[in-house]
């Protein structure tokens, strides 16, 4: 489905049965909204959430400081990718947004900004699908997993994939993947 929403751009969603997409989306600027613990946990609640209802697998995923890659795979009855990024993204902004006002952080106020007159909104991601790209091949997929669970170390932020807490390269390690992951990762290979 190819959709244009505004002076956003034009995105098509190609939601084939059976292909798995990998999926892009950044913190509103490329703020790194993502460094805090506490917001990386409830992500991965949202990502859960979202994988159970609109009936998808986590493949893979790493959260980086300003933006977070997820490999997915649809099941029988699968929403649209469209929905599932909304069903990760809107639950995951309120939550944060409530807690921001609770802590009074003051962060709040540069993620809040005035989207016409009168009116003002809550910006925790960057405006806009993202990045999607479906998987059709298996020799594709390894790749990709394999460029997720790297991407931590390419960007200078850990010296081994081991290291980085928020990736779902712990769920493929033999020695770590008895440990339950947040979110869940359904090992494809």
């Known amino acids: 489905m190819r959709t244009r929403l505004g002076h956003r751009k034009l995105v098509t969603h190609d939601d084939a049965a059976g292909e798995a997409h990998e999926l892009t989306f950044s913190c509103y600027r490329r703020l790194q909204l993502l460094r805090l613990n506490s917001r990386c946990e409830l992500l991965a609640e949202a990502v859960d959430r979202a994988m159970d209802t609109q009936r998808y697998e986590l493949i893979a995923y790493v959260f980086m400081p300003e933006h977070v890659h997820l490999l997915v795979l649809p099941l029988d009855g699968a929403t649209g990718i469209a929905k599932l990024l909304f069903a990760i993204k809107r639950p995951f902004s309120f939550r944060v947004?409530?807690?921001m006002a609770a802590d009074a952080d003051p962060m709040l106020s540069e993620l809040t900004i005035r989207d016409r007159p009168n009116h003002t909104s809550f910006r925790f991601w960057q405006e806009g699908p993202g990045y999607d790209r479906n998987i059709r091949k298996e020799s594709t997929l390894r790749k990709a997993i394999d460029d997720i669970h790297r991407?931590?170390?390419?960007?200078g932020l850990v010296d081994e994939t081991s290291k980085w807490k928020w990736s779902s390269w712990h769920a493929?390690?033999?020695e770590t993947s008895k440990a339950p992951t947040r979110p869940r990762v359904s090992m494809w290979c």
Request: aromatic share 10%; proline share 9%; glycine share 0%.
């Open 172 to 174: 493929y390690d033999e």
């Open 97 to 99: 947004k409530k807690r």
């Open 151 to 155: 991407n931590p170390v390419r960007r």
